[in-house]
Structure formats: structure tokens, C-alpha cells
């Protein structure tokens, strides 16, 4: 389901343990602070200082995208209500054409201008994995970014294959809180990019979320993950008065990026992603602006800052440009339109091809304590191919939901992505019990999807306990062998489940996920069940 387009973030979550500190350790570990890596794009000279003629204010905009995923092709705008017929929404060539009539009308009004993205640029579309996202990445570079920080989601072919990408595109990569095990950069990234504007030097810092290692590629835990906040003090202290602004650009999530900006109140503005939180008009996390544009090239986020003579800023606001219409030819970008074009004609041969039939949706949830028919079709299958007592999949895994009808090889991509396969490993009953426990009493859990199980929960002053696991109807015994199948993706010990990386025995089908689906439609129709096995106690 997508996410709610005027979703306006209003809760607050606690800040990371390690941002909790008092003012006089981020004060010290600024003294600290080393030589930020940072580059400043061109050799123009710095304007001068503003002269009695010049405007009182001084106009920046700032559009920002996040979390495209590959998006090359518009798709069906289904989140639209009582709208028929439904019109189509985005796409990296719509996106990249409104983009320039967007810079074009901002700056014949006088404005200057800066292009950000938010990370997550390739992964979850048939046309953005062609070559492991290099093909996706060269559009994305002819789209017109100034800087783009890297989302998690781009090193999962792992860290060599994105630096490989990164070394051939010459993407703007950003990266200040990920260095490797020297603590140099990772290669093709900097800590900052330095633009020059209206007469001030603006320093844009890339920051990804530290939990990158528990959800994409093992390799990713040979570098080294800096906390957020202490990465961008640190990046300000090196940048010192070589600088008049900063502007973060996150993959973080929106409460973390909120929490980031609680931490730092003398932020203006802090850009986002990764959460694919739609705010229509940003929000405020006491004077900052938490800024997101959803996902899938759907919108194009834009925020104008005012700054005052003295380079204050005096004024801001956000809003979401939609992409329901084509922009005139006029403000067409070529080499985007030609490289998209040759993405969907390689993609288009085999993935439209039907393979079967839905009789019923595949649907989402969000939330806690409710199975969906996605990850009961999913589960279903996955323990059926392997004869396992129980399956579990990480509903993070399962990226969009699916109408009853003709179901294509393309929307099984668009469903799971990701190319894990199946792993069977024998566990413990109390290691089961553990893990099931946590996935609904901790507050970070991540939910998971399961076959074979029922999860028994009592509701104690609004807060889920767990009460016993059932498996094949039968309690869960702790001393007992079982055998579970799951992804690769969590049978590598990620989404903080660290204990299935060391199971053993373990049994590996390499048959992806994708294909374990299409070969169970081959060319039928198939019911998915709509049973919940969460058994919730009021």
C-alpha cells in the first residue's frame, strides 16, 4: 500500500543511544573534528558581498528526490481515489523533463537553484537492475543532481560492484558517516560538495542510515557506520568558516531525520529518504524543516529558502510537485528519454509476458499483529517447495501488493526485487521463540510474514507481550529441533536476526523467490489464503 500522500509526521521517537550527550561532548568532538573530505564543483570565484542594489532577500531552491528505485517507467497513480480513469504517475524521464521546467520558471524568477537526492536509486524494477543498476545510474546522472546521497539499497550487489558503478557514472556521491576500514571515503564518495550561490558557499553532506549492514549486502560490515549526528558536527567543525550553510541530505528515515534535527537545532533544513514518507508541505521538528518526497519518481519535492544580507535564513517553505502529466517537449531531456527508452526495450521482452492469474489481490500492511495475503501466498510457498515445519519472510522484502487478475512476470519483480533465494536451516525451538518474541515486543522490530506457526499475543496497556508460539498446532517445544525456511536475505543474519547467520545444518536452494512464484501460477489461477496467525489476546 502506499504510503498516505498527506502523511504529516507528528510523532517523535527517541533519539539513537549514541546521539544522547550533552552539549559539551558535541562541543569537544567538534574541537576535535579532523579534515572533512569535500569538493568544490567549479573555479568560478565567489561572489561579492550584496550591494545596496540587490534584492533585500536572497532566493535558493532546493529540489530534492528520494528512493526512485528504478522507477524508468510511469505507473497507474492507484493510491488516487473516486478517479477514473486513473492517470499515470512519474517515471525518471517525466521527472527529470518537469524537473527542468521546474529550474527553468524558479530561476527566471530570480532564484538560484540545487538538485539533491536522498539515495536508493536503482533496486526494485526490472528496467533499474539491468547490469547490476548501471544502466539506471547513467540516466540518473543525465537527470541533473547536484549531489545524491547513497541509500542502502545501492550496495546490494555489494560495496566493489557499487564503487565499480560509481568510478564509471561519475555520480555527485555523497557519504560523510561510512568510511572504509582506514577510514578513508568510500570510493567515488565525499563527505561534502560545496556549491557556490547567491554570493555564499553552501555544503551539501551526505549521511546514510546506520542500520545499512542489517539490511543489504554482507559487505557492507566491513566499513565503518558513524553515528549521524556526530558525523555531520564533525563534517561542520572541518568545513569552519570555509562555509555559510549546510545542508544535510538524508537516508535515514523521517524520525531519525527528525532526530537529527532535534540534536542539531541549527539546522534550516534536513532532506530525506528511505521511510518513502510523503510530506506535502515538510515538517517541523522545532525550527528545522524535515523535508521527503515518497518514491518511485512520483513527485518532485521543492523547498525555497530566503536568506536574509547577512546569509540568515529568514524564510522557508515545502510543497510536492505531482507527476500526472507530461511536461511540453520543450523541457524533454534527451539523453534521459533515449537511455530510459533502451532500459524498457531490454526489460520489456520478457517481463510483460503473463504467467498466470490472481484470484484473488496480494495485499500490504503496515501494521503490527496482522498477517497479509502477500506473505501468506509468499510463506505458503516457500515451505511447501523445501517440506519445512515453518517458513518466515521479512515483510520489508515483499516491496509492493498486487491486483486480482492477469499477473505478469514484471509484477512478480515489482513484488520481490530482490534476488534472494531459500535457505532451510534447523533451529531450536527456543531460538524460534526468541526470535518471535522480539519480532513483536521490541519497539525497533521489523514484522515478519510466517507459514507453518501460529503467534499468540496478549495486548498489556496497549503494548504487545508475547504468550507462545505454536508450530504445525503443537507448542513450541525449547529443546526440540525445527526446521525453518527462509530467504538469504535473513538466513544471513540481517533485519536483526544475527542468530540465523551461524545455524547450522543449513540447506540452500538457489531457486529465487520470483521464480518459486512463477512456477507455482504456471499459467493457473491461485487463491492466497487470508488466514491470520496472529492469534491476538485483548
Not at 76 to 104: C, N, Q, Y
Not at 112 to 130: I, K, R, Y
Not at 470 to 499: H, Q, W
Amino acid at each position: 500500500m502506499r504510503p498516505n500522500p498527506e502523511l504529516n509526521v507528528r510523532s517523535r521517537v527517541a533519539l539513537w543511544s549514541t546521539w544522547v550527550g550533552s552539549a559539551l561532548a558535541l562541543a569537544g568532538l567538534a574541537l576535535a573534528a579532523g579534515q572533512a573530505s569535500l569538493t568544490t564543483p567549479g573555479d568560478g570565484a565567489r561572489q561579492g558581498p550584496q550591494t545596496a542594489s540587490a534584492p533585500e532577500l536572497r532566493h535558493l531552491v532546493v529540489f530534492h528526490t528520494n528512493d526512485i528505485h528504478g522507477q524508468v517507467l510511469p505507473r497507474p497513480a492507484t493510491w488516487l481515489k473516486d478517479v477514473d480513469p486513473l492517470p499515470d504517475s512519474g517515471g525518471l524521464p517525466r521527472l527529470a523533463a518537469t524537473l527542468r521546467r521546474e529550474r527553468a520558471e524558479a530561476e527566471a524568477d530570480g532564484a538560484a537553484v540545487l538538485v539533491v537526492d536522498g539515495g536508493d536509486w536503482f533496486q526494485g524494477t526490472p528496467e533499474g537492475n539491468l547490469d547490476q543498476g548501471r544502466g539506471f545510474l547513467a540516466a540518473l546522472a543525465a537527470a541533473g543532481h547536484d549531489a545524491l546521497v547513497v541509500g542502502n539499497h545501492d550496495f546490494d550487489h555489494g560495496v566493489e560492484v557499487l564503487t565499480g558503478h560509481l568510478a564509471a557514472v561519475g555520480l555527485p556521491a555523497l557519504l560523510a558517516n561510512v568510511h572504509d576500514a582506514a577510514g578513508a571515503p568510500v570510493p567515488g564518495t565525499r563527505d561534502a560538495l560545496v556549491f557556490e550561490r547567491l554570493g555564499l558557499r553552501i555544503a551539501v553532506v551526505g549521511l546514510l542510515t546506520p542500520v545499512t549492514p542489517d539490511i543489504t549486502h554482507a559487505s557492507t560490515r566491513e566499513l565503518t557506520f558513524e553515528d549521524p549526528v556526530q558525523a555531520l558536527t564533525r563534517v561542520r567543525a572541518a568545513l569552519g568558516e570555509r562555509v555559510d550553510w549546510i545542508l544535510p541530505v538524508c537516508h535515514l528515515g523521517v524520525e531519525n531525520e527528525r532526530a537529527l534535527a532535534a540534536a542539531l537545532p541549527w539546522l534550516d533544513v534536513v532532506v530525506g529518504g528511505h521511510s518513502h514518507t510523503y510530506l506535502r508541505k515538510g515538517v517541523d521538528e522545532g525550527a528545522t524543516l524535515v523535508v521527503q518526497a515518497g518514491d518511485k519518481a512520483s513527485v518532485l519535492g521543492r523547498v525555497d529558502v530566503w536568506f536574509d544580507a547577512d546569509g540568515h535564513v529568514v524564510k522557508k517553505s515545502a510543497r510536492l510537485i505531482d507527476l500526472y502529466e507530461e511536461p511540453a517537449a520543450e523541457f524533454r531531456n534527451a539523453s534521459v528519454d533515449a537511455l530510459c527508452q533502451a532500459l524498457a526495450g531490454r526489460a520489456a521482452a520478457s517481463m510483460d509476458e503473463v504467467v498466470g492469474t490472481l484470484t484473488a489481490p496480494l495485499e500490504q500492511s503496515r501494521r503490527p499483529l496482522v498477517n497479509t495475503t502477500a506473505g501468506n501466498f509468499i510463506t505458503d510457498l516457500m515451505r511447501a517447495r523445501t517440506g519445512a515445519d515453518c517458513a518466515v519472510h521479512n515483510r520489508g522484502g515483499i516491496r509492493t501488493a498486487l491486483p486480482a487478475g492477469p499477473v505478469t512476470r514484471r509484477d512478480l519483480f515489482m513484488i520481490l526485487p530482490f534476488a534472494n533465494h531459500l535457505a532451510t536451516l534447523e533451529l531450536d525451538g527456543a531460538t524460534l521463540i526468541e526470535i518471535m518474541r522480539r519480532s513483536v515486543e521490541d519497539a525497533d522490530a521489523r514484522p515478519l510474514e510466517f507459514s507453518g506457526m501460529t503467534l499468540v499475543v496478549r495486548m498489556e496497556e496497549g503494548q504487545p507481550r508475547f504468550v507462545e508460539l505454536r508450530i504445525g498446532g503443537a507448542v513450541c517445544e525449547p529443546a526440540k529441533r525445527y526446521r525453518m525456511t527462509t530467504n538469504s536475505f535473513l538466513a544471513d543474519g540481517n533485519d536483526g536476526l544475527k542468530e540465523l547467520a551461524s545455524a547450522s545444518p543449513r540447506e540452500l536452494d538457489f531457486i529465487l523467490l520470483r521464480d518459486l512464484l512463477e512456477q507455482a501460477f504456471a499459467g493457473q489461477a491461485l487463491t492466497p489464503a487470508n488466514d491470520q496467525r496472529y492469534e491476538v489476546q485483548r
